[in-house]
């Protein structure tokens, strides 16, 4: 939710900031502006509605020149995207310019005050409210700015990362956290700032990630310096990037997304990578090894996610009570945070997110902690907030994805519940030995199976013509196939905007059967299963009320192919890893479904990657 980016030095400030924008675009776009100071002691302000080439387009024609600058892409909350409410907000007396990513919930109060002292307000936005009272504060108290931010952050309630730059002093960027993430990189004679280190990854490796309630003061020929908000010191804790420039460029392919689905078979090769091991005979988790006693005693294991996490997370359910037989629950992490979750020391706590900063998942994981259970993290973004957050975890090791809609981290994290359910077996002896073996024999030739369900693209970009204008597509499937169901449906609304629902098969038939007629395709997901003759029976269900049917079937399947009207086949494995197989179809058609559309499949509208606020 919103992206910031900020930066001193002697580089060309516009083209850095622009850059990082386009590469924090994944945050929000519905509007994008940027402040400049330079020699000629003035602060300039642009900005503009829509994504961050409208901007360019914007400042063709402006004073480019600076020595510092802060720039912002948003996804609006308080206030329709426009240009007026889009960031940086600038103070009363416009010497102030402040960028924020968050959600400042007392800002009404605030606002009240301070319109009753004079100020006059310009947009809509929460976070003119915090520049304003950075203002204030600072001529009443005649303080530095770093005093008047830390003073303004002490009377504020919400989530924040900002940024701010003062006209009087164009060598100073004053930056500080509160639940949104920001990590600034510490180059050679110039400092960056972001919401995450892709924006400045190739100009240097070195990045410290801020804590919450902290502030960091950046001015240029200084070293930087971390403050708290009761002004005690920080210490400095520089980290080594392994992030590379290579991970964030489309690499020949028209779409993000579309080199993340063809990326999967080397992702989950290094999401496995040292995981598996003895020819497949035995799990390594170091999440698990490191915790053993947890794992052996663990009563419970609740898992919270959001959106397709949450969809991982429910196979996570099905994979850890078949190997562990340990119950597991599985909440919505938005909801279980307010829910009154009953928790203690022995139950166990795993939470999902590709971002590692949702707001929501990260909260339900600090609830969970404080209230004395283990928590667990399984996160794509290595130094966000929920792997800082929790006792032990595990990363998925798939790269950056930059594509909204989540491909490679849904199978990524398919991956890890997988191999951290058979850890967990393992350790726990609710498995036997060869029968891990045999499923981890497997695992390492997903990668194959991955590449050769991957052939089925032409096929795939063919079928999606026959189906782009339906306004209506139901997905069942059954056991480890119901929550790919979800997960499909779930790709094809955020991407095409195409109405779609995911429903156990089962559960068709007591209700939105009666939606079914020649106008509504259904996407069957049945591979050979246990519960195949149970889904055959569904699939004959859909056909005998006049369905056409899109089914997802394993090689050599001839039941199906006889009722189905198209048939995509996928290699036989064990039941445990269809999710990861069948997923990638479906992922392809959401795709082309919205290529042939003529969506942004890249940045669908209203949509956001990292979703930071409540
Ligand atoms: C996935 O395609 C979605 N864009 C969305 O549902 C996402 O999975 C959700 O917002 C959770 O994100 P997280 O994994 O980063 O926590």
Same mark, same amino acid.
């Given at each position: 939710m919103c992206g910031i980016v900020g930066y001193i030095g002697n580089g060309n400030?516009?083209?850095?900031?622009?850059?990082?924008?386009?590469?924090?675009?994944?945050?929000?776009?519905?509007s994008a502006g940027l402040a400049l100071e330079g020699e000629d002691g003035k602060l300039k302000v642009y900005k503009s509605k829509g994504k961050v080439s409208n901007l360019e387009e914007y400042c063709k024609d402006k004073s480019l020149d600076a020595k510092v600058g802060i720039a912002h892409t948003r996804w609006a909350t308080h206030g329709e995207p426009s240009d007026c409410n889009a960031h940086p907000h600038y103070s009363e007396d416009g010497k102030l310019a402040l960028v924020h990513n968050g959600t400042i919930e007392n800002y009404k109060v605030l606002k009240d005050a301070l319109m009753q002292h004079g100020c006059t307000f310009h947009s809509e936005t929460d976070t003119e409210v915090l520049v304003q009272l950075i203002e204030y504060i600072k001529v009443k108290n005649n303080c530095s700015l770093v005093d008047a931010v830390r003073e303004a952050l002490n009377q504020v309630v919400g989530a924040y990362a900002i940024a701010v730059i003062e006209k009087e002093h164009p060598d100073t960027i004053v930056a500080a956290?509160? /639940? /949104?993430?920001?990590? #600034?990189?510490?180059?050679?004679?110039?400092?960056? $700032?972001?919401?995450?280190?892709?924006?400045?990854?190739?100009?240097?490796?070195?990045?410290?990630y801020l804590n919450d309630g902290e502030i960091a003061v950046i001015k240029q020929g200084e070293p930087l310096k971390i403050l708290k908000l009761d002004n005690s010191e920080s210490k400095i804790d520089v980290k080594t990037?392994?992030?590379?420039? /290579?991970?964030l460029e489309k690499g020949g392919f028209p779409h993000f997304m579309l080199k993340e689905i063809f990326e999967q078979p080397s992702t989950l090769k290094t999401c496995i990578r040292g995981r598996v091991v003895d020819d497949g005979r035995r799990i390594h988790i170091n999440g698990i090894n490191d915790h053993k006693d947890t794992f052996l005693n663990a009563k419970r294991i609740v898992i919270v996610a959001c959106g397709t996490s949450w969809h991982a997370a429910l196979l996570g359910k099905y994979l850890i009570q078949d190997m562990c037989k340990i119950p597991v629950e599985v909440e919505y992490a938005s909801e279980f945070r307010y829910s009154n979750p009953v $928790?203690?020391?022995?139950?166990?706590?795993?939470?999902? /997110?590709?971002?590692?900063?949702t707001a929501d998942t990260l909260a339900a994981a600090k609830i969970a902690r404080k209230m004395g259970a283990f928590v667990y993290g399984i996160s794509n973004s290595?130094?966000?907030?929920?792997?800082?957050?929790t006792d032990s975890g595990t990363y998925l090791h798939v790269g950056p994805e930059i594509g909204v809609a989540s491909t490679k981290a849904f199978t990524g994290q398919v991956m890890?519940?997988?191999?951290? !359910?058979?850890?967990?077996?393992? $350790?726990?002896?609710? &498995?036997?030995?060869?029968?891990i073996a045999e499923i981890g024999k497997e695992i390492l030739r997903i990668p194959d199976y991955v590449e050769k369900v991957l052939k089925l693209n032409e096929k795939i970009e063919r079928l999606s013509l026959i189906y782009t204008y339906a306004r209506n597509f139901l997905y069942?499937?059954?056991?480890?196939?119901? %929550?790919?169901? $979800?997960?499909? !449906?779930?790709?094809?609304?955020?991407?095409?905007?195409?109405?779609?629902?995911?429903?156990? !098969?089962?559960?068709?038939?007591?209700?939105?059967?009666?939606?079914?007629?020649?106008? &509504? %395709?259904?996407?069957? #997901?049945a591979p050979n299963d246990h519960l195949y003759e149970k889904i055959v029976s569904n699939v004959q269900q859909v056909k005998a009320r006049g369905g056409n049917i899109i089914a997802i079937v394993t090689e050599g399947d001839t039941v199906i192919r006889n009722i189905a009207d198209h048939v995509?086949?996928?290699? %036989?494995? %064990?039941?445990?890893?269809?999710?990861? #197989?069948t997923s990638i179809p479906l992922q392809l058609l959401s795709y082309y479904i919205a290529i042939n559309k003529g969506k942004d499949v890249d940045m669908p509208r209203n949509l956001a990657k990292s979703v930071t606020v409540e």
């Open positions: 400030v516009y083209d850095i900031l622009i850059k990082g924008l386009h590469r924090l675009e994944y945050r929000g776009y519905d956290r509160q /639940s /949104s993430p920001l990590v #600034i990189g510490i180059g050679e004679d110039e400092t960056f $700032l972001a919401s995450d280190a892709t924006p400045f990854v190739e100009y240097t490796k070195e990045a410290v990037l392994e992030l590379s420039i /290579s991970q $928790l203690d020391n022995r139950d166990v706590v795993i939470a999902i /997110s590709q971002s590692g900063e290595v130094g966000s907030s929920i792997p800082r957050e890890v519940l997988t191999l951290l !359910a058979l850890g967990v077996a393992q $350790l726990r002896g609710t &498995m036997e030995s060869d029968q069942l499937g059954r056991g480890y196939s119901y %929550p790919v169901a $979800l997960e499909g !449906a779930l790709k094809l609304k955020e991407i095409s905007y195409i109405h779609a629902e995911g429903y156990p !098969a089962a559960e068709m038939k007591h209700g939105p059967i009666a939606l079914i007629d020649a106008e &509504m %395709p259904s996407v069957i #997901i995509l086949e996928v290699p %036989p494995m %064990p039941e445990c890893l269809t999710p990861i #197989i």
